[in-house]
């Protein structure tokens, strides 16, 4: 995938809105996608999409995951004046999405709100006071406003229970150099990563038949991929995420894909983290090695439930996680030429 078939393919990706649980917008893209590059699709009962590319058959197969939903909000209750007050689905903070517009994804269509902390002119009286005495913002402290009442939001299907995200028009991406920058890179540029590599298995097969899962989700526990891995015939799960780039990992935000040992959940495959590197040094780049905390993946989960045997988490460097990213694209890109390579040779 050339670079500018890259940006237009995330784009794309991001711009469908995809809360854990509410996923059909980019549902409908990501099966398209697929339909035109593996041998077998389908969406299964727990939401994930997935594509099958036959390979040789050397063996059980191969497990490929990148998540298609994003961090974003629930509205746990239905104020007397319409304000919605929301709490997190998956790792989003309030302080990462700032006060601005959101997406509320009602049952007739999205409905744009505020996410709001209050006027700041206030004294001890008002919420926001204890913001302006540097008290970290939490989910208590904002909500979403609409000017709409309870009335008019429940004719629009927007109530207890609805998801929302960051607004449709605050999260385009934007290029600076060599890094692309957005909302919802975690996990928009994995399916990226996939739909490239499944183009070039289209001309050479993998030497195992290989299960693509744009998993649903995983943002909250890795539901979808987990179901779906322990239904297959498989005996290795690809996890493909963001790579946390922090000083305590000794990770940096480079061309150099990173590879996980261990994270919250588990250890992850030695065997095959020496292959890939292996690999990558091969094919001119360098990997980069870390055991992170707060932090988990399809794969990690799987094998912690017994779904499978082995696991490995391949990721692009990403700044600013859960939040607005900041990515390497010759990350993105080497990440994708490292997973290719893998599945080609077996």
Not at 94 to 114: K, Q, R, Y
Not at 150 to 155: D, K
Not at 169 to 180: A, E, Q, S, W
Not at 261 to 279: F, H, K, P, T
């Amino acid at each position: 995938m050339q670079r500018i078939e890259l940006l237009s393919t995330l784009e794309r990706l991001i711009m469908a809105h995809s809360p854990s649980g509410a996923e059909s917008e980019v549902d409908r893209i990501v099966e398209e996608a697929f339909r035109s590059r593996a041998d077998e699709v389908y969406q299964d009962e727990a939401g994930n999409i997935v594509g099958v590319v036959k390979g040789e058959g050397r063996g059980p197969g191969v497990a490929v995951t990148g998540h298609k939903d994003e961090i974003g909000m629930i509205v746990k209750r239905v104020e007397a004046d319409g304000r919605l007050r929301v709490r997190n689905v998956g790792g989003a903070h309030p302080w990462a999405m700032g006060e601005g517009p959101v997406d509320l994804i009602g049952e007739h269509g999205v409905v744009t709100g505020i996410l709001s902390v209050g006027t700041k002119h206030v004294s001890s009286e008002s919420s926001a006071f204890v913001v302006k005495q540097d008290k970290a913002l939490t989910w208590d402290l904002v909500w979403i406003e609409t000017k709409l009442s309870p009335e008019a939001l429940a004719a629009q299907g927007v109530g207890i229970g609805t998801k929302a995200v960051v607004g449709r028009h605050r999260k385009r991406p934007i290029v600076i150099g060599d890094y692309v920058c957005g909302y919802a890179l975690d996990c928009k540029a994995a399916v990226a990563i996939m739909l490239d590599v499944m183009d070039h298995l289209r001309v050479t097969k993998p030497a195992r038949d290989t299960t693509f899962i744009a998993s649903a989700e995983e943002e909250v526990g890795g539901v979808g991929a987990t179901y779906r891995i322990g239904e297959l015939d498989v005996d290795t799960a690809i996890a493909l995420e963001v790579g946390p780039v922090a000083t305590e990992y000794q990770t940096q935000n480079t061309g150099d894909p990173i590879l996980l040992y261990q994270d919250a959940v588990g250890l992850y495959s030695e065997g095959i983290n020496r292959r890939l590197e292996s690999l990558a040094r091969g094919l001119g780049f360098g990997i980069q090695r870390a055991c992170v905390t707060s932090f988990g993946s399809d794969a990690s989960i799987a094998r912690k439930a017994g779904r499978v045997a082995r696991a490995v988490c391949l990721c692009y460097p990403a700044e600013n996680t859960h939040g607005y990213e900041i990515c390497s694209l010759p990350g993105i890109e080497n990440t994708a030429k490292l997973l290719l390579e893998y599945l080609k040779q077996g």
